[in-house]
Nanobody
Framework: QLQLVESGGGLVQPGGSLRLSCAASEFTLDYYAIGWFRQAPGKEREGVSCISSSGGRTAYADSVKGRFIISRDNAKNTVYLQMNSLKPEDTAVYYC?????????WGQGTQVTVSS
């Protein structure tokens, strides 16, 4: 089962920043759209952001627009989610996925905790 690997999560104070990475070691991400979901305890999974295979199109949830930036480096086979001005309500497990047609791969998730 091919998988993605997320990294970069951790504990940060409100107003701080983190950069999440989503990488694949067994297949190339070049032809896949990549996105991020998050899930907080007791809440439904929420789509956060996504980026097209070329990187030319991006989309963001209203809750993160203006604070988060998604980007990709196909040479490094990695997608990034730069998270700025973090709020306690951003606390969640963040999952990345790779989508191409009917094929989707998921990562195991990385915990982000925003707390003072």
């Amino acid at each position: 089962q091919l998988q993605l690997v997320e990294s970069g999560g951790g504990l940060v104070q409100p107003g701080g920043s983190l950069r999440l990475s989503c990488a694949a070691s067994e297949f190339t991400l070049d032809y896949y759209a990549i996105g991020w979901f998050r899930q907080a305890p007791g809440k439904e999974r929420e789509g956060v952001s996504c980026i097209s295979s070329s990187g030319g199109r991006t989309a963001y949830a209203d809750s993160v627009k203006g604070r988060f930036i998604i980007s990709r480096d196909n040479a490094k086979n990695t997608v990034y989610l730069q998270m700025n001005s973090l709020k306690p309500e951003d606390t969640a497990v963040y999952y990345c996925y790779a989508l191409r047609g009917a094929t989707v791969y998921w990562g195991q998730g990385t915990q982000v905790t925003v707390s003072s």
